[in-house]
């Protein structure tokens, strides 16, 4: 038998605590494929038990999956979707996928994604994937962030239409993960950009470590070599990249003949 292909539908909110919480209270309820955002949250969440500041004109959204192997799948959905889209409405900004799912411009944050699970009465579990996009962010307003973040040029892109392209890309991804997810992920892989490049790695609490990245594994761990040439493979953490490093690694990726 084959699978429905699933529709992505728009549903959206003037204002919400967080889109996230809403469909994973909504869950049962909302349509498998349903795209929920909002013009504001008041509680936006990110990775880490961080705040996601969520001011009008930016884009917050999440993406509802019922129907994936592994709900996993459903960030490299949203951060696929998300990167093609950035691409063709914004192709002035160098965009790239930042192991495991952030979307940066050179060492600085443009987009977010939080991913979560929710296991329905049929014991299959949906993914609840919210991604927040900085679309509309001044030079002042990026200031007050604690990390480099960057963002599209105000007036550019506004979120309702990054939300019908979003739905879009991410409707040919989700089948894509539904249907065939090693190539979902072999796609993943190889749009991640971190080979080659220097950095650190936020393990919580007060544990970094530093490393060059030599590869993503093939079950998608960071793999970093020390100083002292030691390998190791991360499964999970929060990368920080200096300017130097990304401009050197990505000029590198660029010449290669296969990227
Ligand atoms: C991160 O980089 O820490 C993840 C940020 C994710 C933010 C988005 S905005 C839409 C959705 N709703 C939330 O509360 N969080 C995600």
Redesign the pocket.
Known sequence: MIAAEPEISLYHLDEV?????FVKRHVLELADGTLV??DV?T??????D?K?V?ARGN????LLMKKLPDPMLGTMVISLAALDVLKNLAPELDVWLKWPN?IYVENA?L????SEAVIMPDKSRAAVV???VNLALSATELATIDKPAASVEKGKINPEKFASELAKSAKMYYIMGMSCSERLFALWRQRNECVGMELTLVLGGDKNVRGVVTAIAPDGALILRDSEGNERSYYCGDVSVDRQSVCAAREKRRQLPDK
């Open positions: 605590d967080s889109t996230n919480s955002y909002a949250q509680a936006g969440r990110g990775r880490m961080r996601w969520s884009f917050f959204g999440t952030d944050k987009a977010g994604v939080l919210g991604i927040g």
